[in-house]
């Protein structure tokens, strides 16, 4: 067998970058005794790290930071000794572009930073704006809200235990729970024809009252979507693996919990019944049979059975809005902040002034303040309005809970194993969108 | 696992069971209503401390004196009566009038009793933007006071660890949320766009990074100086 020879020019070179940020190569050579050094090294770039202690970088390009999450980790041995987070990489100014912006013009920006609960993010928005312009909205909006907040639940806690699942090496619960995951997005998708930027509020109402045949699709839905949960959990809550990877792993207790801010699904497992839907209710959720599950040790395992019992509850509350989805409006009756309908703006004078002025001015709320909460899959989103009495808040601020709830990992990951981190920071539910908005 | 019995904490336990279960507020007045009572308990301990109170759309918002923040937000956490054990949000709102004083906002929840709180407190164009820090009492502000210090450049006096969060710690435009900030930024895009360039990699160690890793004194003396030197972050 003939054997051919070749010879490989490899470009060895050390990393650099010249003060225009372009890399800088530094030719290696071999010594007398084979030793590669470098010709006219630079001085060393690195810290040259003595001790015991050893500094690793996570990010900001790792699938298993769920985004663009840098974390600084001291390591002694396996064990962390500190953590610096560093956020900030996907910040794009939303609350700026906010106050740009007319109340109507905002609901897509809402989309797009908790990009996995976009319809319970258009629907936090409108309420607060509503409270702003002292809206009441109509009996059958609200529960078709009610709606597209749950489903947006089920959707965010099914892409989190998926990635989970990933994170922690289980895959085929992944793939089971992210086909249901493509039902919802299907049922949206024909509701307000987006699947993941669903925009599916106004200021006032619902970009459009739900499709014929919409409330089968969804009984069909709630029908069989807790078979799939429970399959999920057959493969996972007494799997030895899944057990030995989340117990005892992150844990904070009730106090600390609140004190650090947590909310959601994070602070529930630690043992604090607070939900906003029961605690401050909105949208007539106390009117809705549904418990809270709460954990006791607050770590990564009871996040996983909180929020797993949560998929149940908010099916509960689904089949208890289908039974009483009522006829009627969807949208109020009140043109300076709702739409008239097309036919009638180019017919009736009265409704194209109101048209031109929306369109145009856009409504104006009076002057005032409102701060309105909600539950979100990973807490209390609260949106944060100011008004001056002109058609573009002076002050937009988004709540992001699961800002919040990630400043807390240094403590949370503190004594554990590095391959543990990937685990905690997993159980966050970050969404980094959100977290930089 | 202890076998003790579990006792999970229940918001609004120490109303007592003859509270009514909360409801939706619906017909909420534009002003009045119903004021949360620890506007009232704030004037009769700290009196003149209590600039104003207001109730906008159902929400008390209390205006107090911008020296004692720390102690009434001190108070309010360990009074029994109140114990507003939950910093939902810290944030600052500048107005369109630049003459108008920016408004630090502190949402704050009370799980015992259900309650929520707004507290603000005014800073004045014309003077330093300081404000004393909530930290030694909600560890959850943290990071909402370094954003709302890397966005509007307001001072959080007594935070550990003041610095940038949301931007680099490089950043020289300013502060972005405040209303002479240009949507797009203040410098041009190519400006924007050689500075991006003329980056230097080695300077996005934060001198906290450095400290852990001990290797500070080993760093070349130009580097050293920089980052030691403690160049200004913005402004």
Known sequence: MATTKRTVDVELSTTGLDARGRPQRVPLVTDAAGNVVTLDAPPALEPDLEGDHMLINIGPQHPATHGVLRLVLELDGETVVRCIPHIGYLHCGFEKTGEYRQYNQ??????????????????????????????????????????????????????????????????????????????????????????????????????????????????????????????????????????????????????????????????????VAYDVRKDFPYLDYETYDFDVPVGQAGDVYDRYLVRVEELKQSVRILEQALKRLPDGPVNVDDHRVILPPKSKATSDMESMIHHFKQVMEGPRPPIGEAYVAVESPKGEKGYYMVSDGTSKPVRWRIRPPSFVNLSAIPKMVEGHLLSDVIAINASIDIVMGEIDR | MSDAPFTPVLAGYAAGSEQPAPVTPKNVPYHGGPTNPSAGALKARFGDAIVRVDVVWGETTVIVDRARVNEIVRWLHDD????????????????????????????????????????????????????????????????????????????????????????????????????????????????????????????????????????????????????????????
Request: negative net charge; charged residues 25%.
């Open chain 1, 106 to 271: 905002i609901i897509p920006y809402t989309d797009r930073e908790d990009y996995l609960n976009s319809p319970g993010n258009n629907v936090a928005f409108v309420l607060g704006a509503e409270r702003l312009f002292g809206i009441e909205i109509t009996e059958r909006c609200k529960v078709l809200r009610v709606i597209a907040s749950e489903l947006s639940r089920i959707i965010s806690h099914c892409v989190w235990l998926g990635t989970f699942c990933i994170d922690i090496g289980a895959f085929t619960p992944f793939l089971w729970i992210f086909q249901q995951r493509e039902r919802v997005y299907t049922m949206l998708e024909s509701w307000c024809g987006a699947r993941l930027t669903t925009s599916v509020t106004r200021v006032g109402g619902m970009i459009a009252d739900i499709p014929d045949g919409w409330t089968d699709d969804l009984a069909n839905f709630v029908r069989t979507f807790p078979k799939v949960v429970a399959e999920c959990e057959t493969m996972l809550s007494k799997n030895a693996i899944w057990v030995g990877r989340t117990v005892g792993l992150g844990a904070m207790s009730a106090d600390e919990a609140v004190n650090y801010g947590l909310s959601g699904p994070m602070l529930r497992a630690s043992g």
């Open chain 2, 80 to 235: 029994p009566q109140q114990r507003y054990d939950y910093c939902s949000d810290i944030t600052a709102v500048e107005f369109r009038d630049l003459e108008r004083p920016i408004e630090v906002v502190w949402h704050l929840r009370s799980i015992p009793f259900r309650r929520f709180l707004r507290l603000k407190t005014l800073l004045p164009k014309g003077q330093p933007l300081a404000v004393p820090s909530v930290y030694d009492i909600y560890r959850g502000a943290d990071w909402l006071e370094r954003e709302c210090y890397d966005m509007f450049g307001i001072r959080f006096e007594g935070h550990p660890d003041l610095r940038r969060l949301l931007m680099w710690e490089q950043y020289k435009e300013g502060f972005p949320l405040r209303k002479d900030f240009p949507m797009r930024g203040r410098f041009s895009r190519s400006e924007q766009l050689r500075q991006a360039l003329a980056q230097n990699p080695e300077t996005r160690y934060s001198m906290e990074e450095l400290s852990i890793a001990e290797a500070f004194e080993d760093l070349p003396a130009d580097m050293r100086q920089r980052l030691g030197g403690g160049e200004k972050v913005g402004e």
